[in-house]
């Protein structure tokens, strides 16, 4: 009888129940923050489509926004000219941006001592951290005062922020290409530039394309490096990136401000219409990144 | 060592004996141009910054840190120490609602939650971090304020109004509690990430061997994960702070732009980041725009500080984990 004795009380002693309560107890916690993290997603993302839906139509699209003076029926209004302007600034952007990124991730992943590789890559990781409202003051005091606001300054202004993360997602791909394939490039006698350029980085556009795409998802939300660089601008279509342009940022940031509901509803509508860019532009990364990653993992 | 060395000079004896390729060095100069662009820029920005805020550095001196005024007398008194005060308490807040929620959903996405509810919740709580801070920072104005007014504030000072920081009644939507709200959201998913990842690397011979002893699942996690992944939670979290610290929109939006030092989370206030933000549309005085900067030089320095310690500690785990 004495012998069964131990196993029934390991079971049944007061402190395994109050171990396991303990357990279920954080168990049910972690469950619980999980629901409330999609929960806010939820309740977001939901309340811009919700209030964003009734400003959203064919007007919305392709007027520019109407003043309206208090008197008579409201003028159709709409944010073409935000969202042109944020397309022309994202657009130069990238184009400042993924040539250094990529380039950067060649240098570091193929080219440098691994000494010099960490202490670059430490500058870019703490280039990310700075905050964006800085590069706008930063790009704000170095071309703007004297010069006035230009669409190509908030470009460079964002471009500052995207060139980190296009770096560090073309180098993790960079890191996957095997280096079999380099070695039998090299060992055709292939010299390095050959083999980076013809063999190594048509492996890694997979990883280029969805750190782009999720750079420019990233810097297309961003309002702070436009307050200084690009805020002076007219409401009326304009496709100089001499001059200050309207950006849907900056539209939202400015009428949320305003005490007019209908420049409310407005936001709301440009805000959905932002989400919806930046979700597309995710998917698409995400759907890049799978692809690519296979691809490499399937080939070892 | 010696591997070390044939590395170093085997290629190097061959390249010397071959011919000299000029699209090698081209490749070489361009790629290295583009990878000092870091430091260049890390550099470029601080001297500028620095210099624009001179003027204000040499009037005021450190006592600006502890002058709370912003255009006084006559536009020309100006001085960070509420606005210090605000980013600190707004982050700190955030970053201690943000921190036990965060662990929570790590927990959750690495040890609990079956494969395909793993697959789903995961990229949803990463998109909670693509969401832009202006479309937070207006649903922070038109939806949690007047929730904030309406509901959450009275109902949080009716219970908790003998602590001080919930000691008045929210007035307006603008206020501290709202802006610590939007900064818990942003930097939640920021802090799970990371910590989701360092919770899947812990090995699982580790694991398995604390539950081969009778442990719980949760007394694993105490017992084994939580000490494995200890620096790169600290890591995650000062990366968050960072974050909080240096976000400027959402917070102008909600905080109420204040120049004040209260003690209740239910009243106005501002932070270095959305002072700057809210003077966009132009500041009237040289002493006013070197002013503005010298909050930039705050922010820089914190962020500098918050991101170089954070860095340094995920080296040094992955040194560790290496050998």
């Not at chain 2, 536009?75 to 929570?104: D, E, R, Y």
Request: glycine share 8%.
């Amino acid at each position: 009888m004495s012998a069964n004795a131990p196993t029934a009380d390991l079971f049944r002693s007061e402190r395994m129940r109050r171990r396991r309560i303990v357990n279920r107890l954080v168990e049910g916690a972690a469950t619980a923050a999980a629901l409330l993290a999609v929960a806010l997603l939820i309740i977001v993302v939901s309340s811009v489509v919700r209030q964003g839906w009734a400003a959203i139509n064919v007007d919305f699209f392709t007027k520019t926004p109407a003043i309206y003076t208090g008197f008579g029926p409201r003028p159709a209004s709409g944010i073409s000219s935000a969202i042109i302007g944020t397309l022309i600034i994202i657009g130069i952007a990238l184009l400042m941006a993924l040539p250094v990124g990529v380039l950067t991730a060649i240098y570091l992943n193929e080219l440098a001592p691994r000494k010099l590789a960490s202490v670059l890559t430490l500058a870019f990781d703490v280039l990310n951290g700075i905050p964006a409202i800085v590069l706008g003051i930063f790009v704000f005091i170095f071309v703007v005062v004297g010069h006035g606001q230009a669409a190509w300054k908030a470009s460079f202004a964002l471009a500052i922020l995207m060139v980190p993360m296009i770096a560090r997602s073309t180098q993790e791909v960079l890191a996957l290409v095997p280096s079999s394939m380099r070695e039998a490039s090299l060992a055709l006698g292939a010299a390095k530039w050959r083999t980076t350029l013809s063999v190594v980085l048509p492996q890694a556009v997979g990883g280029i394309v969805t750190g782009a795409t999720l750079a420019t998802a990233r810097a297309a939300g961003e309002t702070a490096p436009l307050l200084f660089t690009s805020a002076l601008y007219s409401d009326s279509v304009s496709y100089d990136p001499r001059q200050p342009i309207a950006s849907i940022p900056m539209f939202i940031f400015t009428s949320a401000e305003q005490a007019d509901p209908v420049l409310h509803e407005q936001a709301w509508g440009a805000a959905a219409v932002l989400i919806g860019i930046i979700l597309i532009a995710s998917l698409i990364a995400r759907w890049f990144a799978d692809r690519s990653v296979r691809r490499l993992k399937g080939e070892r | 060592m010696s591997v070390a060395q044939e590395r170093a000079t085997g290629p190097a004896a061959l390249q010397r004996r071959g011919r000299f390729r000029p699209g090698d060095a081209i490749l070489y100069v361009v790629t290295c141009a583009a990878a000092l662009t870091g430091v260049v820029l890390l550099a470029l920005i601080t001297h500028e910054v620095l210099t624009q805020a001179w003027p204000a550095m040499q009037k005021f001196g450190l006592g600006f840190l502890t002058t709370q005024a912003w255009g006084d007398k006559g536009n020309t008194l100006f001085g960070a120490k509420s606005f210090i005060f605000g980013t600190v308490v707004t982050s700190l807040g955030a970053l201690l609602l943000a921190t036990p929620i965060s662990l929570a959903i790590a927990l959750f996405l690495s040890e609990l939650a079956p494969r395909w509810i793993r697959a789903v919740v995961a990229p949803l709580v990463e998109l909670l971090a693509a969401i832009p801070s202006v479309v937070l920072g207006l649903w922070g104005i038109l939806v949690l304020g007047p929730f904030i007014t309406g509901t959450l504030g009275p109902a949080i000072h009716g219970t908790l109004g003998w602590v001080p920081i919930f000691s008045t009644k929210p007035s307006v939507g603008s206020n501290m509690f709202a802006a610590i709200l939007i900064l818990t959201i942003m930097i939640i998913p920021i802090v799970s990430s990371i910590c989701r990842e360092l919770f899947v690397g812990v090995p699982a011979e580790l694991k398995d061997g604390a539950l081969a002893l009778g442990a719980t699942r949760w007394e694993v996690v105490r017992g084994v994960v939580f000490p494995y992944a200890r620096a790169g939670i600290a890591a995650a979290l000062i990366l968050g702070l960072g974050r909080a610290l240096g976000e400027a929109i959402a917070v102008t939006q909600v905080i109420g732009n204040r120049v004040a030092i209260n003690t209740s989370l239910f009243d106005p206030g501002d932070t270095l980041a959305s002072r700057i933000a809210g003077q966009y549309q132009g500041a009237d005085t040289a002493l006013q725009v070197a002013s503005l900067v010298y909050l930039a030089v705050i922010l820089l320095v914190f962020s500098l500080i918050a991101n170089l310690a954070a860095q340094l500690i995920v080296r040094r785990v992955a040194g560790r984990h290496q050998v």
